[in-house]
C-alpha cells in the first residue's frame, strides 16, 4: 500500500476520502481495522465510522441518495448484531460497494490449532 501525502491544504477527512476512493486503499484500510477488531482494541463507534467513510469514498458517489440512505441504515441495523448473519449481512453490505470479505492465514503462527480444526470437522459433518 502506498502511503499518501495529507495536503496541508486540505482537510484530513476530504484527504483521507479521496485515498479511499480507491478500492484497493479501502480494501487495505478495512484489512487494517478488522485487525484491530480481532485484538480486541476496537471500539463499535469507530468501526462504524470507518465504514461509514469507505461507504462515502466507494458507495455514496454512485447511488441515488435514497439508496444512500438505506444503505447506511442497513450499517446501523447489522454492526450491533451478534452471530454468523452478522457476517454475511456485512459481506453483503461490503459487496455493494465492489469489495469482499476475505479469510486469510495468521502471519504470526500461520498453524491452525486443534479447537479451530475440530470445528472444521465439526461443520462439514
Do not use: C
Amino acid at each position: 500500500m502506498k502511503y499518501a501525502k495529507v495536503p496541508t491544504s486540505d482537510s484530513y477527512h476530504d484527504s483521507k476520502i479521496s485515498n479511499l476512493k480507491d478500492p484497493n486503499y479501502s480494501a487495505a484500510y478495512l484489512s487494517l481495522i478488522f485487525d484491530e477488531e480481532e485484538e480486541g482494541d476496537l471500539e463499535m463507534g469507530i468501526m462504524r465510522q470507518v465504514l461509514r467513510d469507505v461507504f462515502e469514498a466507494l458507495g455514496e458517489p454512485n447511488m441515488s441518495a435514497e439508496d444512500a440512505k438505506l444503505h447506511l441504515e442497513k450499517l446501523d441495523v447489522l454492526l450491533p448484531q451478534e452471530g454468523i448473519a452478522t457476517i454475511y449481512a456485512l459481506a453483503n453490505w461490503l459487496n455493494v460497494l465492489g469489495l469482499k470479505l476475505s479469510v486469510a492465514v495468521d502471519a504470526e503462527d500461520g498453524e491452525i490449532s486443534a479447537n479451530v480444526a475440530e470445528l472444521a470437522e465439526v461443520g462439514n459433518a
